[in-house]
């Protein structure tokens, strides 16, 4: 199956430290260098994809100047839902990949195909 990207895994984790207390409802979570050096990535776009998901689903809020701060805890995650999220996440990749696929398949298909007659003419010349 395709693996899940650098960024979901960093948001998972950041969501699981929001719901074990790490930070609470109005704290400031570090910057994002300061994350890019505790998860090892080197792209600051990794770390804002992480935080873009964590914003969707309205538990941080950027501010401008400030910094990036906690408005909102998750319940604390059940391993098994977790586990069944990610297989979830593993699935539409595959099927949008497979799609992908069947979408080039099917463009050839309707590609016109020579017929005999001309691949003969072609051949004679």
Sequence with gaps: MARVPRYRQIADDLR?????????????????????????????????QAQSLLQEEGLLEPRQGSGTFVVAVPERADPDRVELRQVVTELQQAIAAAQATLNRVARRLDEPQPTPHTTERATQR
Excluded: C
Aim: proline share 3%; net charge neutral.
């Design 16 to 48: 699981r430290r929001l719901a074990d207390g790490e930070w609470l409802v109005g704290s400031k979570i570090p910057g994002i260098s300061a994350l890019q050096a505790e998860y090892g990535v080197a792209a600051l776009e990794t770390i804002r």
